[in-house]
């Protein structure tokens, strides 16, 4: 074995251009499938890290009606905030919210929102509460980047908020927006306005209450809550976590396509080779080598392609690949709106695991690849390959 | 000249099947071979010289009769065993020299050595010492590319003599090689028959091979017309 790959590669390194080419095209290859899937891999912790720092916390308790995708839940979606946790509550460890709909009146249109009153002293998301305890408006609002530029409003506007308390009974006042925050994060922004818990409790006439309950990680195995349904993270992050899927399953493709057109280059270099080869073939099986150890000269050369192109790749990929995970990639202008959780900057997120699977993958199928025109070889005749007359 | 018989055939036919049906190419041979012998195989084109040499080279086997090399019958031996026939005791040298192009002067003859397993210090002394009987030390380091037809024959020479193999085939040695170069490659192959008692079978039509040969086998249409021994 040691021999075979010896002489493989001499005969690689002997073929010259045919080889460097083979080499090169199989280095991008290598190159873009670990760039694309460390790019979905840092985008997918990227998204759940801030979607954990900003709404879903280490977990979430939520008042049995709510539903997330029905509206009209939130009119039953509030129970009292269970009193064991009140001392958790008070440190800010772990934060209630109240939500409930609302109409807001910016530049005379009417735009629905999404109340969402949160504990003033919560610690435990990145929503920037603390600003309400510096204010003392009547109503604090705090509103994301895209509600504001959405809607035309700045810090220090006053804006009319309409909405509904518990009997039923419309009621409207002016909100100040106190504070814009700047998020990743579309499900906290897009069409909502973050005022005081204890505000909104009493705007709608539910004191005490809540509709979800943002746990920390530590807070999730103690606390037992009637009447609320305990979401982990796995179930909170699903969205994100099915998005990733669909956009791995769309990587996949682009890995076949460029796996397939790098396996396509060295499937055509070995038949070629082979038919070129023939000669020599027949002289290594005059000189004493078996069919199989020709085959495996052949199988081995072929796949010594992927083993240079992993040097190559790494020779110019390492940098590269440092460089941007360092650096992040830009995301296009707009993206904010697609409703994901994207970031302005995406920070590629290498793993070993990630690049070994790679690896081990593309010269997987560079053997076999390999092998497959080279099996060829052991159906020859030596006495034909000896003068090159096979067809 | 020892009187040692190391290939022995006997009623050796030949054929090959082909679109019309089928194409004898050796029909009914029966020869033996004594150590030492500088014996050709003459005859014209499609008169069997080079199947009869695949067959004791183990490159082929026949299709009926029997042909028993250094007590090995070549149509029993299956392709590993007739492998390692060829890797440690024939030696082979084609027409067009079939040297492997990527390789080195060295790098070609130490070859069949490689294969044997042997350590780097005997490689290197052997492959020393097989190029210097063939005067190529000062062509280590080139490539085939880089010789002459004549230079490129005698590293054949070289990689076929290196492992002191039992028997040397040698189809259409020089066919390629022109008048000056053909007799120096005859005459060292005479030489080396001397010294090592190396056998050596030629499948050739060229006179000038006929000239050193010390035993001529006529073959016409896949029978042996003429056996001569000469008295050189």
Request: proline share 4%; net charge positive.
């Amino acid at each position: 074995m040691k021999l075979l790959f010896k002489l493989a590669a001499k005969n690689l390194i002997g073929a010259g251009l045919r080889t460097w080419l083979n080499v090169i095209v199989l280095s991008f290859s290598f190159l873009i499938i670990i760039w694309h899937k460390g790019l979905l891999d840092g985008w997918d912790r990227q998204a759940k890290n801030e979607t954990i720092s900003w709404e879903t916390g280490g977990g979430q308790f939520w008042q049995a009606s709510y539903d997330p995708y029905d509206p009209f839940s939130l009119t039953e979606a509030h129970t009292k905030i269970p009193s064991a946790l009140d001392s958790l509550v008070s440190t800010g460890n772990i934060a209630p919210i109240l939500i409930t709909q609302g109409t807001i009146y910016p530049r005379g249109r009417i735009q629905s929102i999404l109340i969402k009153g949160i504990s003033s002293n919560q610690k435990l998301l990145k929503i920037p509460s603390s600003l309400f305890l510096k204010n003392n408006d009547e109503i604090p609002a705090l509103i994301g980047r895209n509600t504001a530029a959405d809607n035309g409003l700045k810090e220090g506007d006053l804006i009319t908020l309409r909405w509904r308390d518990i009997h039923g009974t419309f009621d409207a006042n002016n909100i100040k927006i106190i504070g814009i925050f700047d998020t990743d994060i579309p499900t906290v922004d897009m069409g909502q306005i973050w005022v005081p818990l204890d505000h909104l409790q009493k705007m709608m006439g539910m004191p005490g209450e809540a509709t979800i309950i943002v746990l920390n990680k530590e807070a999730q195995g103690s606390i037992i809550a009637e009447g609320w349904k305990f979401k982990n993270n796995e179930v909170l992050l699903k969205s994100i976590t099915d998005m990733i899927k669909m956009k791995s399953v769309g990587g996949l493709v682009l890995y076949i396509i460029l796996l397939s057109l790098a396996m396509l280059a060295i499937f055509d270099t070995q038949v070629l080779s082979i038919f070129r080869r023939q000669k020599e073939i027949g002289t290594y099986i005059a000189l004493g080598m078996t069919r199989t150890q020709v085959v495996g000269l052949f199988t081995i050369e072929g796949s010594l392609n992927s083993v240079l192109a992993g040097l190559l790749a790494a020779l110019y990929g390492i940098p590269l690949l440092a460089l941007q995970a360092s650096k992040g990639l830009s995301m296009p202008g707009g993206s904010k709106g697609f409703g994901l959780a994207v970031a302005d900057k995406i920070y590629p997120a290498y793993s070993l695991g990630l690049v070994v699977t790679t690896i081990l993958l593309i010269m997987l199928t560079t053997t076999i690849v390999s092998y497959l025109p080279s099996r060829k070889i052991a159906k020859m005749k030596p006495t034909e390959a000896l003068r090159g007359k096979i067809q | 000249m020892e009187n040692l018989t190391i290939i022995s055939i006997e009623g050796l036919k030949k054929h090959f099947s082909m679109s019309g049906g089928k194409f004898t190419a050796l029909n009914g041979i029966d020869l033996e071979f004594r150590k030492g012998e500088f014996t050709g195989v003459v005859g014209p084109s499609g008169s069997g010289k080079t199947t009869l040499l695949n067959i004791i080279g183990s490159l082929d086997s026949p299709s009926e009769g029997k042909a028993i090399v250094l007590g090995q019958s070549i149509g029993d031996l299956n392709v590993k065993h007739a492998a390692m026939l060829r890797r440690s005791k024939l030696g082979f040298i084609f027409q067009s020299y079939n040297l492997l192009p990527v390789y080195t002067v060295f790098e070609n003859v130490e070859f069949p050595l490689l294969l044997l397993r042997l350590d780097d210090e005997q490689r290197r002394k052997m492959v020393m010492d097989s190029l210097e009987w063939l005067g190529l030390i000062d062509k280590l380091k080139s490539k085939p590319a880089q010789l002459s037809g004549g230079e490129c024959q005698r590293v054949a020479i070289a990689r076929a003599m290196v492992k002191k193999p039992e028997i040397v085939l040698a189809d259409e040695p020089t066919a390629n090689l022109d008048a000056a170069n053909s007799h120096h490659i005859l005459k060292t192959m005479v030489q080396l028959n001397k010294e090592f008692g190396t056998t050596f079978i030629f499948a050739t039509h060229d006179d000038k091979v006929i000239g050193y040969l010390s035993r001529k086998i006529s073959l016409v249409d896949g029978k042996v017309t003429k056996d001569e021994i000469k008295n050189n």
